[in-house]
């Protein structure tokens, strides 16, 4: 009886961002029944974030060429361990030789992806100022195009694939110089395509600390440029560039959306603010929904159309598996 009441009291308490982590059940569909103390906790983040980006203001064009150029960088460096008896005997007996320090490279691509909380509470403005978009079932990719190639990477930084495409440094029969593009995209191995979910940079020009509201414009914009060739199959452009469709998140724009099917399988529905910068880390203003959730946070109807295109994740699996949004 006592470590179901702490399990259940466990379950109850959610302090931190850490809570809403897309890749353990969603708080309100946990075992226990949820209270709705981490609601106070998630607006109050979403309010702080959104005055920190009015004053934070990185290098965006020294970042996002980093990336672009897949450019090493060096951690302070740090000595090595040394946790073993012998080792610290050595120290001991002042042998006169200092610790060797070593260099620990990092992944230039690892952790580059802004990734989502689960919408534990409703926003209050979340039909005056938050967007929606419905996300397929895919691999979650940063793409990098830069050098006369394009290259896919998981969110681990592991390389996934390599190509040539039509994106601005992609393929280098149209190489210019110093152009690069990055893109946050959800590749669908079965029809080819890399469904574009954001843009961080175009042409080698940053958009990622721009709200989401610019990233769209810029993103329809640049791709009706360049006549949408990257949307189309190629020789030269292997794979397919879709971006994807976000709406206002209105009753009626849900509403259409969940009623009829969908020509992909769901993974789910993610909702951003519109004044969000693309940050690389877990944001709160960057909210996640799997279909069969909607009725019961947003109270909205989801029709057995949609549902059939969106298959429910065993709390097991999902506890296991890597978020996709």
């Known amino acids: 009886m006592t470590d179901e009441l702490l399990a259940q009291w ?20 946990c075992q226990y029944k949820y209270r709705g103390e981490s609601a106070d906790c998630q607006e109050a983040r979403r309010k ?17 060429r980093r990336i672009a150029e897949g450019e090493e960088q060096n951690d302070d460096e740090t000595p090595d361990e040394m946790d073993d008896e012998e080792g610290t005997d050595a120290a001991e007996e002042g042998q006169g030789k200092e610790r060797k320090k070593r260099k620990r490279r990092s992944n230039p691509y690892k952790n580059q992806l802004m990734l989502s909380e689960w919408m534990v509470d409703v926003p209050a403005d979340l039909e005056q100022n ?24 998981s969110r681990a930084g592991q390389l996934l694939n390599r190509f040539p495409s039509y994106l601005p440094g992609g393929c280098k029969k149209h190489l210019s110089s110093n152009t690069y593009t990055l893109l946050d995209c959800v590749y669908h191995e079965t029809s080819h395509t890399y469904y574009i979910l954001d843009i961080m940079c175009w042409r080698a020009h940053p958009v990622h600390h721009s709200d989401l509201e610019f990233r769209l414009f810029w993103m329809k914009s640049k791709m009706d440029e360049d006549s949408n060739r990257c949307s189309v199959v190629s020789k030269v452009n292997p ?12 009753q009626d724009a849900l ?6 099917a969908w020509p992909l399988e769901v993974d789910g529905l993610l909702f951003v603010h519109k ?3 693309y940050l690389r880390r877990r944001s709160p203003l960057a909210v996640w929904l799997k279909p069969h959730m909607v009725p019961e946070v947003l109270g909205v109807q989801v029709s057995a159309e949609f549902l059939a295109c969106a298959p429910v994740i065993s709390e097991a699996k999902m506890d296991t598996q890597v978020d996709q949004c």
Request: hydrophobic share 30%; net charge positive.
């Open 10 to 29: 466990k379950g109850a308490l959610c302090v931190t961002e850490e809570s809403n982590d897309t890749t353990k059940t969603h708080p309100r569909f």
């Open 48 to 64: 702080r974030l959104l005055e920190e980006q009015k004053s934070r203001r990185e290098s965006s064009v020294d970042y996002a």
């Open 130 to 153: 938050w967007m929606v978009v419905v996300c397929p079932i895919g691999k979650r990719s940063l793409v990098v195009a830069s050098k006369g190639v394009t290259c896919a990477y």
């Open 239 to 250: 794979f397919r560039f879709v971006p994807l469709d976000y709406c206002p998140s209105t």
């Open 255 to 260: 509403n259409r959306i969940l009623s009829t």
């Open 275 to 277: 004044s969000s910068h």
